[in-house]
C-alpha cells in the first residue's frame, strides 16, 4: 500500500518510506492510500478473540501488502505483551486502560510497534537509524524504552534540564545499550527546535540517517488503532457494545486518529469524543469551522498541552475538509484545571477509581455528553502514579507507585549535558 502527503505536494511513498522518513518532503503527514473495511463476520466474532488476535488482524489490513504474515505476526505478538483491559466506573460509563505498557502510558505500543517496524525495513541495511525524540516527559519514556535493543536503530532523547518528573527521567537516562539522553540546558520548545534543525541540516542528514519518533510516524500513530478494536471487542463480551460512544483525552490528535481509522474500517462505534484541556483549539474548530492555532498553556494534564495538534491534518483528510462530516462525527469538550481536579475528587469520592489528569477530562465529557442509551468509553491514557504529586494534592492521599515504575529508580542516571543552540548539538551528533 502507498502512503500519500496530506499537503499533496510529495510523491507517494511505500510503507518503509513512510517510516524511516517520518514527515513527507512537502512537510505533509503520511496517509494510507486505502482503508480496508473489514467483512461483518471479523465483528461478529470479535468478542472471542484476544487482545493480539485482534491486532493482528487490523495490521494485515494496514500493512499486510506490505509485510510478510509471519513476520507482522511476531511484531504485532512482541509488541502486545500486555492487555488493556476495559473497566466499569459507574452508570454507563467505562474505561479502557491503556496504561499496562511497561512505562504505563499509551504510547507504549506506538513506540514499541514503530521500533520492531523500523528494524525490520532497516535489517539489511549497513547504515544505522538514529531516532530524534523530544520529550517533556512521557514521550521520551516510552520512546526510549520501546527502542531499547533494537538492532540498528539508536535513539537520542533531548530533555529540558530539571523540567521533566524524577520518575520520568528515570525512565530514559538509565537504560544505556542504544539509548542516550541528552540532557539541555533549556526548556521543551528549545529540545523540539534542536530536533527540528537537526532534520533539516544537510551535512547531518548526509552524516547520519535521522528519524523521528512522534506521531507524525505512521508507524507510530497506527497501531494505536488496536486499542479501539479491543474496546469495542470488550463491550460486546459485556453486551454493551451497542451505541458505543468512544471519549479520547487528546492533545496532538494521534490517539483520537487511530480511532477514526478504526471507524473507516466499520467498526461499529455511535461516535466519538475528542476531550480537550484548556488547549481548546480542536474545541472551537467544532463550534466555528475556524482552526486557529495558538501557543500552549501549561495544565494539569500536560501531555495534551498542545496548541496547533499535528494530527488535525489526518483528521481533514479523513473527512476531505469537511467540517459538516466532522462535527457530526466528533464532539468536543474543554477543561480548566478546576474541573479537572473536581472531577478526580469527585470521581474518588463516588466509585473509589483514581483517574490521572488526561482521564479525567475523558471521564468528564462522558459524564455530561453521553445521551440516553448510549454506552461510553473514555481512553485512560496513563496510570495516575505517573503524576503522582498532582494527583496526591488533589486527593490529600498517597497513590500507590507500582513495582514496575519503581524499577526505574533504580537504576543509574547517565545522560550528556548539551546547551540549547545547534551547533553544540550539531557537533555532538556529527562525532558519533
Ligand atoms: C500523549 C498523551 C495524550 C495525548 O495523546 P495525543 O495522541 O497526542 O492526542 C494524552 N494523555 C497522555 C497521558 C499522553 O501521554
Redesign the pocket.
Known sequence: MLYYSTNGKAPKATLAEAVVKGLAPDRGLYMPERLEKLPQSFYDTIDTLSFQEISYRVASALFGEDIPADDLKKIVYDTLSFETPVVHIDGNIYTEELFHGPTL???DVGARFMARLLGYFNKNEKRLVNVLVATSG?TGSAVANGFLGVEGVHVYVLYPKGKVSPIQECQFTTLGQNITALEIDGVFDDCQALVKSAFMDQQLNDHMKLTSAN?INVARFLPQAFYYFNAYAQMKKLGKADNMVICV????????TAGLFGWFMGLPVKRFIAANNANDIFYKYLQTGVYSPKPSVQTLAN??D?GDPSNFARVLALYKGSHKDIAAHIAGATYSDAQIAETIADTFNRTGYVLDP?GACGYRALQEGLADGEQGVFIE??HPAKFKEKVDAILGGDIEIPAKLQAFMKGTKQSVELGKDFEGFKQFLLNQ
Not at 483525552?249 to 483520537?256: A, D, E, L, T, V
Open positions: 502510558a499509551f504510547k512521557d506521531s483525552p487528546s492533545g496532538n490528535f494521534g490517539n483520537i501531555a495534551m498542545v488526561h491514557t496513563a
